[in-house]
């Protein structure tokens, strides 16, 4: 996957993100540019607009002012190359689907209309989940796998769709150790085919050790970019209100 590392790939100017029935935005005067093979820790406190911000990103809300653009298109005009793990407690895990049909929505985009999945899209399931580790879960209902199954299946789905861009919402909650190890393998391996991510996470210690950039929020841009420059105790405080330790 090549990009023209020299333009960014999620542009946002001037903008405030938020839902238009909420009284203030949730985000306001946002400007962020973010390049071709970056992987960006979100953090901040719980209400910054860490899940806003992503979800205006892969276009499920709408920006309230400013334009957020995607490899140089508007907003939500190239949703395919975009893949987005939500939260897993925003997710309805009684609907009556397998694992192997979860990981098979991610080759949706690239499978013609009215066509039945093609060799090339059953091999990409294949492939991806035997990377997670998960091919012996193949069949098993969704709502049957534990929590770190789970977060494998979906991660597992963003690695048959090819994505350019994506986006993890607390990928590392309720989750074991493994798998926690797991996500972060295969993060390396998004970098190397040079795949924007941004993960939320509220694990300091965990963005200390293994992401290179930082975007720090609190309703706005407090800071933003190599940890080292973000990660400094006045912006921490600005943050969060108190003295914060990253072990």
């Not at 879960?137 to 994505?163: H, M, N, T, Y």
Request: hydrophobic share 40%.
């Amino acid at each position: 996957m090549n990009h023209d590392t020299s333009s960014p790939i999620i542009r946002i100017q001037n903008a405030d993100l938020g839902y238009r029935t909420d009284e203030i935005p949730a985000l306001s005067s946002i400007n962020l540019n973010i390049y071709p093979g970056d992987q960006v820790a979100i953090i901040g406190p719980n209400g910054a607009g860490k899940t806003t911000l992503l979800k205006t990103i892969v276009g499920l809300i709408m920006p309230l002012k400013g334009e957020v653009n995607v490899h140089g298109s508007q907003h939500g005009a190239l949703k395919d190359c975009v893949s987005y793990i939500p939260q897993k407690e925003t997710i309805d895990w009684n609907y009556p689907i397998t694992v192997r049909d979860v990981v098979m929505m991610g080759r949706y985009g690239k499978i013609p209309f009215c066509k039945a999945p093609a060799a090339k899209d059953r091999q990409a399931v294949d492939q991806a989940l035997k990377r997670m580790g998960i091919e012996a879960l193949a069949d098993r209902k969704i709502r049957d796998c534990s929590g770190g199954q789970q977060q494998r299946v979906f991660l597992a789905r963003s690695l048959a769709q090819e994505p350019h861009i994506l986006l993890m919402d607390e990928p590392f909650n309720g989750v074991d150790l493994a798998t926690q190890a797991v996500i972060l393998e295969n993060l390396k391996e998004f970098k190397t085919r040079q795949v924007t991510t941004l993960v939320a996470t509220h694990d300091l210690s965990l963005v200390y050790d293994h992401f290179e950039k930082v975007l720090l929020l609190d309703r706005s841009v407090i800071a933003f970019g190599l940890r080292a420059e973000v990660l400094t105790d006045d912006n921490l405080q600005k943050a969060f209100g108190k003295k914060t330790v990253i072990f």
